[in-house]
């Protein structure tokens, strides 16, 4: 397939005008500008013509698959077969990728549904992104999440756990280093759930398995035990202290940047409700320490907790709007959802670029979005792993 485009994203924040992209099978072979490439192309092969933008396929960080978005997901969950839940993962992840989402991290389901749909979604048998799974994240008794079936207790049933996700195909390890709101009578979002000793534990099976590690985290404690165990990215990152304030350590969001620590925020679509539930005041503080953080040198990545309450499969570039709200640059913000999340990931040489030899991720959007993010919303057509999926004619 032959791609021409008025722009193609070929760096950040840096366009090549009237360019083109050559994709053979599900990779990038080349790209350049349009009378180059066209040069290099036999007449028969399908062409795409536009006069808008191509970026690199968006990466949605920070999802939940198995929960429906609605208000109560975990009622939802519990009272649906894994059949029938199956299924409403298929049109999620359809929803996803018909958003301009061509990779998806999910960060936590149950019994390897995620996993499952994985395997369907390479094998072309159903629409959706590319899915790193955590599988079955890993938390305490009556801990965070516990109904998705990770209860552990000690080092060895946490490594025995990271064994089991790793030889199902997780692409990452979870694990519930704090409480959370989402877990009615479990623990509270600040309050820590592991050992020093037992976060230790799980990271070191999970590397040792080869796997990145994700660490949910909302208290400041909890934040640090998670950079002392050497977690490769940190999920929420809220700094709460257990006396309901907020805790923010330059300390330690020094030893975030040293280590090379990703933090994803999972910023909800629905962000700009925050100030009616937290209280303005609140909320704003909680934004101002996602801009300390960013002014700190912190590697932010987008993500959206996609399935919990009110943060549906469809975003992630309304989430993105809170990082221009920041005063965060359209660049840098495209970079936060495309080659810094492929980098957090472990995918840095795989997706996130236009650049032969990637795979051919591509979202193609009439407009500039670097003169306005909206623009990402106006997507004439999305291919993900070369495969070409029409957004407007899904929605007839």
Not at 56 to 63: E, R
Not at 139 to 153: I, P
Not at 187 to 193: G, I, L, T, V, W
Request: net charge negative; aromatic share 4%.
């Amino acid at each position: 397939m032959l791609i021409t485009a008025g722009r193609v994203l070929v760096d950040s924040g840096t366009y090549l005008q009237g360019a083109a992209v050559l994709i053979e099978g599900d990779s990038i072979t080349a790209v350049g500008p349009r009378e180059q490439i066209m040069d290099q192309v036999r007449a028969d092969v399908p062409r795409l013509d536009f006069d808008g933008t191509v970026i690199p396929g968006l990466i949605d960080a920070h999802v939940h698959l198995a929960f429906d978005g609605g208000p109560d997901p975990v009622s939802t969950l519990q009272n649906s077969t894994d059949e029938v839940l199956l299924e409403d993962m298929r049109r999620r992840a359809a929803q996803l990728l018909f958003s301009g989402v061509t990779t998806a991290r999910d960060l936590g389901d149950r019994n390897g549904l995620a996993l499952r749909l994985a395997t369907e979604i390479n094998d072309r048998r159903t629409p959706g992104p590319r899915i790193m799974s955590a599988g079955t994240p890993a938390t305490t008794r009556g801990g965070h999440c516990f109904f998705l079936g990770g209860e552990v207790s000690g080092e060895a049933e946490i490594r025995d756990l990271v064994r089991r996700n790793a030889a199902a195909g997780a692409g990452v390890i979870k694990a519930m280093a704090t409480g959370g709101g989402l877990t009615k009578g479990g623990p509270k979002s600040a309050e820590s759930q592991f050992t020093a000793e037992e976060l230790s534990a799980l990271v070191d099976e999970a590397h040792t398995a080869g796997l990145p590690v994700a660490a949910h985290a909302h208290g400041a404690d909890g934040i640090a035990a998670a950079v002392d165990a050497g977690v490769d990215t940190i999920e929420h990152c809220t700094w709460m202290a257990e006396d309901g304030g907020l805790d923010f350590r330059p300390d330690v969001v020094k030893q975030i940047v040293d280590r090379g620590i990703a933090v994803c925020p999972a910023v909800s679509p629905h962000w700009q409700m925050l100030p009616r539930f937290f209280g303005e005041e609140r909320a704003n503080a909680m934004f101002e320490l996602v801009r300390r953080m960013a002014d700190s040198g912190v590697r932010l990545v987008a993500g959206t907790d996609a399935g919990v309450q009110r943060a549906t499969f469809d975003g992630l570039v309304p989430a993105l709007s809170f990082y221009a709200h920041l005063g965060l640059t359209a660049a840098s913000i495209i970079d936060m959802a495309t080659v810094e999340a492929a980098a957090a990931l472990g995918l840095g040489s795989t997706t996130g670029r236009i650049a032969p030899g990637y795979s051919a991720d591509l979202l193609l959007v009439d407009g500039d979005p670097l003169a306005n993010l909206d623009v990402l919303k106006n997507i004439r057509a999305v291919i993900a792993s070369g495969r070409r999926y029409d957004p407007r004619a899904a929605a007839e």
